[in-house]
């Protein structure tokens, strides 16, 4: 397999959180600010590793996960941790804060703060955790906004509510999916599975 690209790994990552839409190469190429034939061979190479696959409507081909390869598995986590590593140094340094949380088996950094870093108002963070630890999840987040400059607005999950809710195309939680996942890679790879 050769090098991984800036705009290949910004494809597979807008296919994948996005289970409410359906993605075609022209469609990739306007919003990633690529060529269609740019589009095109990108997703040609990535439909032969197997990472996506293409279905047919019409005369279009729409793109979604291969999630019955076990290799896209180990790619969408690369993906997914790659993307800290490329984040805005503010958001890492909020990463790193982030995940000194240890109540919760997923994170996932969203809203204004990716874009607008040390001017937003708040911090938005979606918490994914079981009921036998949400209260220390809830003081690990109060301990945190008590240390931290801005204010952490969380949004508190369960692995199933996650799950149901993502299918239910639930506002916050399709505009969450867009933020940075700072830990649990699995756990959110295991809940957009179809």
């Known amino acids: 397999m050769s090098a991984i690209t800036q705009n290949e790994m910004d494809f597979v990552l807008t296919v994948f959180k996005s289970p409410e839409s359906h993605y075609n190469a022209n469609s990739i190429a306007k919003l990633l600010g690529i060529s269609r034939m740019g589009a095109l061979k990108i997703a040609k190479r990535l439909t032969e590793q197997n990472i996506l696959i293409p279905k047919e409507w019409g005369k279009a081909k729409f793109y979604s996960i291969s999630f019955d390869n076990a290799f896209t598995s180990n790619y969408l986590r690369f993906m997914l941790e790659r993307e800290i590593q490329h984040a805005h140094p503010y958001v890492k340094v909020l990463a790193d804060e982030m995940r000194k949380i240890k109540s919760a088996d997923a994170a996932i950094l969203f809203g204004s703060v990716l874009n607008k870093h040390d001017l937003a108002k ?6 994914i955790t079981d009921k036998r630890r949400f209260q220390k999840l809830k003081q690990e987040v109060v301990e ?12 508190y999950q369960t692995k199933e509510d996650f799950v149901n809710n993502i299918k239910k195309e639930d506002a916050v939680l399709i505009n969450a999916l867009k933020g ?13 599975r179809p």
Do not use: T
């Open 122 to 127: 708040d911090i938005d963070i979606l918490l």
């Open 144 to 155: 945190i906004s008590r240390l931290n400059a801005k204010r952490l607005h969380p949004v």
């Open 180 to 192: 940075i996942v700072l830990f649990g890679w699995d756990v959110v790879i295991d809940a957009l």
